[in-house]
T-cell receptor, first 114, second 113 residues
Framework: GDSVTQTEGPVTVSESESLIINCTYS????????LFWYVRYPGEGLQLLLK?????QKGSSRGFEATYNKETTSFHLQKASVQESDSAVYYC???????????FGTGTRLQVLP | EAAVTQSPRNKVAVTGGKVTLSCNQT?????MYWYRQDTGHGLRLIHY???????EKGDIPDGYKASRPSQENFSLILELATPSQTSVYFC????????????FGHGTKLSVL
């Protein structure tokens, strides 16, 4: 079936350090998946961070970047210099343009130390 | 910005009791969803809807019913609650036909004793 595997948390980094949260996907029933990163900040609802719907393209938001790599079936989330305000839970997800289902990973809790 | 509101935020229920979780969205989205999240699992789809009057089974529908009486409201119903249904439940609405973006509520924490 379709699934998403991401870095198991919690991940702890110090402010201004670089970050990578790994995400790989399996899309056996979806020919051309759309890929997403969602984030839940403390006390807030889950919200879209970035999305990429075309293989080979990169999405970016709030200093985070992720590249849709169809060859390695990956969509890793990266940031060059994290801030304490980036502390949150991050979810990788995939969806299809022709269905209404979105499949989520287990989430990665990120804690950024001041 | 689309708003999705869930109620209640917290609920304690007894085994065998009936539980109704409510969701309201204010942005006129056609698609609405119910997910549950448990430790070690991602968000798992329970039921979804394409519009008023429609409900569809998701990946884990057993033990749950859904109701979409209007464009704005989507309820999840546990007719006979069990401890295995203790979880955090999230409602979401879909912005576009390709579901490029989902808008989520804050979640309902349900404990079935």
């Amino acid at each position: 079936g379709d699934s998403v595997t991401q870095t198991e948390g919690p991940v702890t980094v110090s402010e201004s350090e670089s970050l990578i949260i790994n995400c790989t996907y399996s899309a056996t029933s979806i020919a051309y998946p759309n890929l997403f990163w969602y984030v839940r900040y403390p006390g807030e609802g889950l919200q879209l961070l970035l999305k990429v719907i075309t293989a080979g393209q990169k999405g970016s938001s709030r200093g985070f970047e992720a590249t849709y790599n169809k060859e390695t079936t990956s969509f890793h989330l990266q940031k060059a210099s994290v801030q304490e305000s980036d502390s949150a839970v991050y979810y990788c997800a995939l969806g299809a343009s022709n269905t209404n289902k979105v499949v989520f990973g287990t989430g990665t809790r990120l804690q950024v130390l001041p | 910005e689309a708003a999705v509101t869930q109620s209640p935020r917290n609920k304690v229920a007894v085994t065998g009791g009936k539980v109704t979780l409510s969701c309201n969205q204010t942005n006129n989205h056609n698609n609405m969803y119910w997910y549950r999240q448990d430790t070690g699992h991602g968000l798992r789809l329970i039921h979804y809807s394409y519009g008023a009057g429609s409900t569809e089974k998701g990946d884990i529908p057993d033990g749950y019913k859904a109701s979409r009486p209007s464009q704005e409201n989507f309820s999840l119903i546990l007719e006979l609650a069990t401890p295995s249904q203790t979880s955090v439940y999230f409602c979401a609405s879909g912005e576009g036909v390709s579901n490029e973006r989902l808008f989520f509520g804050h979640g309902t924490k349900l404990s079935v004793l």
